[in-house]
């Protein structure tokens, strides 16, 4: 591991010999590379903290009060309770300028950890009425832990801000309960885009299969966006000794699934964007010599373009309701849109990319195929320019197939990674102050 003195000294001649093309402030941006190495070990006791103690979507009150509790002994100001759980930091610098927003999700997920990390959680709840562990198995922990950091760092550079810093903290990344609004969604509602009028946002994303010390981004859409769909399939039913006094609805459901694959395989131009069509559910029948009534399915659709996205809705409309009618069935579609893609800004990620370039080092930051997860995020790229990106959390040397993936019960991440996390977040907003005139 490099020694706090040669990470300084690095970042200085690094800022020094690109300029003003990789840096908008060569010695603000030096300043804050060496105010994130001195965070380190606040950052990891924080992470560890936050990982021993997770909570679910809109419950994250323990992670809430732990950063209200830090970001009001900063001097910002202070907002809670926002969509429920959410906290929000506002900091003005010493001169007028935009507002740039930086945010962080909370939320851990119902798994339960196999890790034997001595900060691994043994936290147990019931989630949908079913008894489970909590575990941050996405790396949310990472992520408010990293923003905490970005937010001490720039509140000891706030005279050379020409702006305010927006920090946002998000419950419910990963979802509500069913019925339930929450997330980015919910935050938008609420306003946090406003007062003050946010100009651009940026958000990080830890990745276990991407070495430390590594940035990765895309112009455009990044990451799917994410759609539930349901298919009820009514028949007939009748006994299973007689199908044919049945319209059965088993053999159908059978069919439409099949048919779904279609979708993928044979309508969508692949070789411009991925997409995603899965049965993730399929329920009917109570007793294996009875053909039930009806049956019920429901999936996920991922897409990295809207007018693709539209056109699976369509399809898996037309597809569920003719194979239903061809058999004398009945299929009623419904599709509930979950998460918009996750689009970075074109001219926005042009302007930044050399901040990630000055922030990760030569050869660290490269631009990735997208993936087809989805992230709200996008919800506050559909109101201002932002740009989401991945930061690199597995162990160097470390054969990506064989890490543990993200929402599993042994996903890990090497804590080293994050000071760079520190670091990009807080010189995105400097850079973006610095060079966007109000």
């Not at 509790?69 to 910002?76: C, D």
């Not at 199908?243 to 053999?251: E, I």
Request: aromatic letters at 6%; glycine letters at 10%; charged letters at 20%.
């Amino acid at each position: 591991m490099r020694t706090f003195s040669s990470i300084f000294t690095a970042s200085v001649l690094l800022a020094t010999a690109c300029g003003p093309a990789f840096a908008q402030n060569p010695t603000l941006n030096a300043r804050i590379a060496q105010l994130a190495a001195q965070e380190e070990s606040k950052v990891i006791a924080w992470r560890r903290d936050l990982h021993q103690h997770p909570e679910l979507g809109n419950e994250e009150t323990r992670t809430a009060g732990i950063i209200a509790a830090h970001l009001k002994k900063l001097g910002l100001e202070v907002q809670t309770g926002v969509a429920r759980t959410g906290v929000v930091g506002i900091l003005r610098g010493g001169k007028p300028g935009p507002v740039v927003a930086l945010r962080a999700d909370m939320d851990g997920l119902p798994i339960t950890e196999s890790n034997d990390l001595p900060f691994a959680s043994k936290v147990k709840t019931t989630y949908l009425g079913q008894p489970v562990g909590v575990m941050h198995a996405c790396g949310h922990d990472t992520h408010v832990a990293m923003l905490m950091g970005a937010a001490e760092v720039l509140s000891q550079v706030k005279k050379d801000l020409p702006g305010t810093v927006k920090f946002i903290f998000q419950p419910a990344e990963e979802g509500s309960l069913p019925g339930v609004e929450g997330g980015a969604k919910l935050m938008v509602k609420e306003g946090v885009l406003d007062k003050p009028k946010v100009d651009a946002v940026f958000g990080l994303h830890i990745n276990a299969q991407t070495e430390v010390g590594n940035l990765t981004y895309r112009s455009g859409g990044i990451m799917a966006s994410s759609d539930r769909f349901t298919i009820k399939v009514s028949g007939k039913g009748a006994h299973g000794a007689y199908p044919w006094n049945s319209v059965d609805p088993v053999v159908t459901a059978a069919q439409i699934i099949l048919g779904l694959q279609t979708i993928i395989s044979r309508q969508v131009k692949l070789i411009d964007d991925a997409a995603v069509v899965t049965v993730g559910t399929l329920n009917a029948g109570v007793r294996y010599n009875v053909i039930p009534p009806d049956v019920e399915m429901s999936g996920t659709i991922r897409a990295l373009n809207t007018n693709v996205q539209k056109e699976i809705w369509a399809s898996i409309k037309r597809i569920a309701t003719n194979i239903a009618e061809s058999a004398g069935a009945t299929a009623e579609v419904t599709i509930d849109p979950y998460v918009p893609v996750t689009s970075n800004n074109a001219a926005l990620m042009t302007q930044m990319l050399p901040t990630l370039q000055a922030a990760a080092g030569p050869g660290q930051v490269r631009e990735i195929k997208a993936v087809t997860g989805a992230e709200d995020f996008a919800y506050y790229q559909e109101k201002v320019p932002g740009l989401f990106l991945f930061l690199g959390g597995m162990r160097k040397g470390q054969d990506p197939a064989t890490t543990a993936d993200h929402h599993t019960a042994g996903f890990r991440i090497d804590e080293s990674g994050m000071t760079l996390g520190v670091k990009t977040l807080a010189t995105l907003a400097a850079d973006y102050l610095n060079a966007k005139k109000p």
